[in-house]
């Protein structure tokens, strides 16, 4: 390509993911308000018609639900009824009674994002794992290598897109939405546009027309409290912020936060596409659907802690990895949030010494209030060391 050459960068995210998953295996269920949040007892039921002798699945609503669980993820036909995800499922019932309410299973939504991700690395090597369900891609070199004009840049990124769209369709089944921009922070936004199933570019040309008329709030980073402050000094569009004196900003967020502020509403944004990196801890932990008691309900308890135990360590398998700082978290029914750590003098991804760790962590606890979230983290991560037959590394 003649010329300076167009940075490109992509983001892609998968359409309700976890809602898509299972529409996968419950294709009767399209077009309907779906919401995923469930406890495993939630499972569609097999009956047989007493008359025809056929079988069917029955499926539970969410009006069916009692407990304190929150929306992983919901169809966009029940987000269309209010309904959306970090939403109180006992809130969401009050809003969608009718909807159809399905329990999360993570090893196949696990097993679906490799299975995507993998699409994308055999076209387009350059990948940065941002989760379950979405990725940055760095499309620099290989629309590049196919154009001979910088005019031609989105053009062929655009063609590059759409083949990663169908590239993901037919590994998974499953649909993704595509931001196509000069940096992460745009290509971010970009995706976001035209969901689900969409395609979006925009170049730097295009930021006035395209992102300032937006809200702040869709500038990633900026969250509620910064959008409420950013509100108090008339600020609520992207354009409004682009537009405001440094002094004003500084007043409200300092020197750092006011340049950063600045630089985003401008769609400046240097960040690399980091293509690989180290986790710097692993952690699970569960919100139960009525609070516990650590003594009457011990019972109920104790498995769940260990299993919790028993994931982290199947999680630093997989990675390959072992930590040495193993600690707990647990969040009462006042919502006080309580952690406990401990570091040990050699690192493990032994499910039996993280358990035994924990439950000492767990000790140090005053454990007189009902229990709302138990948690099991490790951290100082480091790759697992592997041996050859004799021994020597």
Not at 350 to 366: N, S, T
């Amino acid at each position: 390509m003649d010329g300076e050459t167009t940075r490109v960068v992509a983001h892609l995210d998968m359409d309700a993911f976890y809602a898509s998953v299972e529409l996968l295996r419950y294709p009767e269920l399209r077009g309907l308000p779906v919401v995923v949040g469930g406890p495993r007892d939630f499972a569609p039921r097999v009956t047989v018609d007493p008359v025809s002798g056929a079988m069917r699945r029955e499926f539970f609503r969410l009006g069916d639900y009692a407990g304190r669980g929150v929306i992983t993820t919901a169809t966009y036909a029940a987000r269309d009824l209010g309904v959306h995800s970090a939403m109180g499922l006992m809130k969401a019932a009050c809003l969608a009674p009718d909807a159809i309410l399905l329990p999360v299973d993570f090893d196949q939504y696990r097993a679906l994002s490799r299975q995507f991700k993998a699409a994308v690395r055999a076209l387009a090597p350059l990948v940065e794992d941002r989760g379950i369900d979405e990725i940055y891609i760095d499309l620099t070199a290989l629309v590049a290598a196919r154009v001979e004009a910088a005019d031609e840049a989105w053009w062929c990124a655009r063609e590059v897109a759409q083949q990663i769209r169908a590239a993901v369709r037919e590994a998974t089944g499953l649909t993704c939405s595509v931001g196509l921009a000069p940096n992460k922070l745009l290509a971010k936004i970009a995706s976001e546009l035209d969901k689900p199933d969409g395609l979006t570019v925009i170049a730097a040309a295009d930021v006035e027309s395209r992102i300032w008329p937006l809200a702040v709030r869709r500038l990633h980073g900026v969250g509620p409290k910064a959008d409420a402050r950013l509100a108090s000094l008339g600020i609520r569009t992207i354009g409004e912020l682009a537009r405001a004196g440094q002094g004003l900003l500084q007043s409200a967020f300092g020197a750092r936060g006011a340049a950063w502020l600045h630089a985003a509403a401008r769609g400046i944004d240097d960040r690399p596409v980091v293509t690989s990196s180290a986790p710097q801890s692993i952690s699970r932990e569960l919100t139960f659907d009525r609070d516990l008691h650590a003594v009457r309900d011990r019972a109920t308890l104790t498995p769940i802690f260990t299993g919790l135990c028993e994931r982290v360590a199947a999680d630093l398998q997989r990675k390959r990895v072992r930590g040495r700082t193993i600690g707990i978290k647990l969040r009462f029914d006042d919502f006080r949030t309580v952690t406990r750590d401990r570091t040990l003098p050699a690192s493990t991804d032994d499910a039996r010494i993280i358990r035994r760790v924990a439950g000492a962590c767990l000790g140090q606890v005053e454990l007189t209030r009902r229990i709302r979230l138990l948690g099991v983290r490790i951290g100082s991560l480091a790759p697992r060391v592997e041996r050859d037959e004799s021994g020597l590394i």
